[in-house]
């Protein structure tokens, strides 16, 4: 097993700045990539970021893409999501995830989640 621990979450207002960390620990040999997810009440969990923890690929959302950056340090087993020009749409229960498979923006190829770390924009 995986087990991922988030962190870095809070309340922000728009057009500040955030950045997660999501620590990895256990059978981290198994992944092969790394993402950030988010969902708020009501709606799906839905994709924001990944990238492939050998190769450093990286994947993003059309929301994420220009605002947000996602890393990674491998000797840490640590991934971050840093989140610039917030929006008030971007509050959410953001979560990190890892696949052993090669579909990193489909949320269903993704075998061990974080508990959610919670992010609040305001206006």
């Known amino acids: 097993q995986v087990q991922l621990v988030e962190s870095g979450g809070g309340l922000v207002q728009a057009g500040g700045s955030l950045r997660l960390s999501c620590a990895a620990s256990?059978?981290?040999?198994?992944?092969?990539?790394m993402g950030w997810f988010r969902q708020v009440p009501g709606k799906e969990r839905e994709f924001v970021a990944a990238i492939s923890w050998s190769a450093g690929s990286t994947y993003y959302a059309d929301s994420a893409k220009e605002r947000f950056t996602i890393s990674r340090d491998n000797a840490k087993n640590t991934v971050y999501l840093q989140m610039n020009s917030l929006k008030p749409e971007d509050t959410a229960v953001y979560y990190c995830a890892t696949t052993q498979y090669r579909y990193p923006t489909v949320k269903q190829e993704y075998d061990y989640w974080g508990q959610g770390t919670q992010v609040t924009v305001s206006s």
């Open positions: 256990g059978r981290t040999f198994s992944i092969w990539a």
